[in-house]
């Protein structure tokens, strides 16, 4: 049962849950957790003890006294004690080595390469966060993730913050990350929300983009794609992410020179990945995608976890084990997906 169908069990009117736990407080689960608590108030979920049995304890979802930070949001929903991949973590690791997880590190560039661009690239980053990268284990330039690897069935959970993205065949790493989990291993994303940062004048990503990319074996972004993104990048008043329900609109971040430059350099075959984004997502949309490419049997990965856009990111944590919406579902959230780009 999908995710959607798992939620209409808790309607008002369908069979009731369990009776709350002795010490479950209601008014402090939804206090905690606003997106819950207008769920309930409009009757799409029975109660906020209903949504704990069925989706909070999993989620990590704090029981009272607000939510909690970015990085439990992740923790919270994988194994700590497991071994581990983090995936272009850079200079702000979610599971780092230095606390002692049991973690290997993959990215796009060596220790040294990523250490030197961030201390001498004037990034808005601590003072000492060049120093926060650790050892990358795996230097990743597109090949099968088992193969990079050495084999499959190797980690319990892979991280991936602000990483998809930027991943010119995502529908191959998501195959490898299939590969390289164990059994009921789960694969960890913080993923941004288009709408409010500088991709805010892209458009949404969908899976026929991401199956082109996928066709055409991609291990770099396409022509095309360095352009959509350097002429469109955007920033307000400076900054580069913002939260929902800011009033101005942003400015473009780079002029149609540099979008020139990136087109032409990439039409001579220049490599521009790295800070890049090659797709673009909303939580709504990226629901629509994993189920197209679960129905066309390319994935097999389910939502066992989600986080509604908080400031410019959201977070999905997903699984081994995906299956189709039904029409009637995969309908709502295409129309789900469509709001979302309206916002």
């Known amino acids: 049962m999908s995710a959607l169908g798992r939620a209409r069990r808790l309607v008002g009117g369908s069979a009731p849950a369990a009776p709350p736990e002795a010490g479950f407080d209601e008014a402090a689960y939804l ?3 606003p997106d819950v608590a207008a769920a309930v108030e409009s009757g799409a979920i029975a109660s906020g003890w209903a949504h704990y049995q069925a989706f909070g304890e999993r989620e990590g979802r704090p029981l009272s006294g607000g939510p909690v930070d970015r990085v439990e949001r992740v923790l919270a929903t994988i194994d700590r004690s497991g071994k ?22 993959m990215d796009h560039l060596d220790t040294e390469t990523l250490r030197s661009h961030f201390a001498g690239k004037g990034h808005a980053i601590a003072p000492n966060g060049a120093s926060l990268i650790e050892e990358v284990d795996f230097v990743w330039k597109g090949e099968p993730l088992p193969e990079l690897i050495g084999g499959e069935d190797v980690y319990d959970w892979i991280i991936c913050s602000h990483s998809i993205e930027h991943i010119p065949d995502l529908v191959a790493f998501f195959q490898g990350c299939q590969a390289i989990l164990k059994p009921g291993g789960r694969l960890a994303l913080v993923v941004p929300d288009y709408r409010y940062c500088f991709d805010h004048y892209g458009v949404a990503t969908t899976a026929g983009a991401l199956l082109d990319a996928h066709h055409e074996h991609r291990t770099m972004p396409s022509v095309g794609q360095v352009y959509d993104y350097l002429s469109r990048c955007a920033a307000l008043h400076g900054d580069i992410a913002w ?29 521009l990945s790295g800070d890049l984004h090659c797709w673009r997502f909303t939580p709504e ?59």
Do not use: C, Q
């Not at 581990?84 to 590190?105: C, N, T, W």
């Open 31 to 33: 206090a905690a957790n």
């Open 243 to 271: 939260a929902k329900g800011v009033a101005d609109e942003p400015d473009f971040l780079y002029d149609r020179a540099m979008a020139i430059r990136g087109w032409t350099d990439a039409s001579a075959g220049a490599d």
């Open 285 to 343: 949309t990226f629901r629509v995608i994993l189920d197209d490419l679960v129905g066309l049997g390319l994935v097999d990965l389910r939502i066992v976890a989600e986080h509604p856009t908080h400031g410019a990111e959201f977070w999905v944590t997903l699984e081994v084990g995906g299956e189709p919406a039904t029409d009637v579902e995969r309908l709502e959230m295409l129309r789900a997906a469509r709001r979302s780009m309206a916002d």
């Open 84 to 105: 581990g991949l983090e995936v272009g973590p850079s200079h702000s690791p979610m599971a780092p080595k230095a606390a002692g997880f049991d973690v290997d590190v």
